[in-house]
């Protein structure tokens, strides 16, 4: 099985705030887009220091993270990102990684776009209950 690795598009929630809101043209939005790979181990949205920075996003907090080889590390969190995987989007932090590392897509962002990892195809695809809007589960 390969790695799945996806367009993501990246936009600073602030930023598009104070432009609705008629304080900033759209030009100043601060966006990007990259690639990024899917890993359901990883909890949360992991963006590189230098996406981060290019964003403007603002350290909110310090989480510590295991990695895989039981390593531990202290490691800034930062948002608010929007971010937007096909038709589908949604508003979070991320845990800031090291400069020129990997963009990762974790679990939480599968839970809210209600995406599910294909990986014979390697691509990410809406349940078959909601095909067209995630369907988020109240209950």
């Known amino acids: 099985m390969g790695e799945i690795i996806v367009d993501l598009e990246l936009e600073n929630f602030g930023d598009r705030v104070l432009q609705q809101r008629g304080y900033e043209p759209e030009e100043s939005v601060r966006r ?4 990024a790979i899917v890993d359901t181990g990883v909890v949360m949205l992991v963006l590189p220091q230098d996406v981060v920075t290019t964003l403007g996003l603002e350290t ?4 510590i993270v295991a990695y895989a080889d039981e390593r ?9 990102v929007t971010l937007r995987i096909g038709n589908r989007t949604m508003t979070t932090e991320c845990i800031v990684g090291p400069p020129l590392s990997e963009p990762l897509i ?3 962002v599968l839970e809210e776009l209600d995406l599910l990892p ?16 995630p369907l988020l589960k109240l209950k």
């Open 60 to 63: 909110q907090r310090t989480v």
């Open 106 to 108: 974790g679990q939480v």
């Open 32 to 35: 990007l887009s990259v690639k």
């Open 72 to 80: 531990k590390e202290d490691r800034p969190v930062a948002g608010a």
């Open 118 to 133: 294909d990986c014979q195809r390697r691509r990410l695809v809406p349940r078959p209950e909601s095909p067209y809007f």
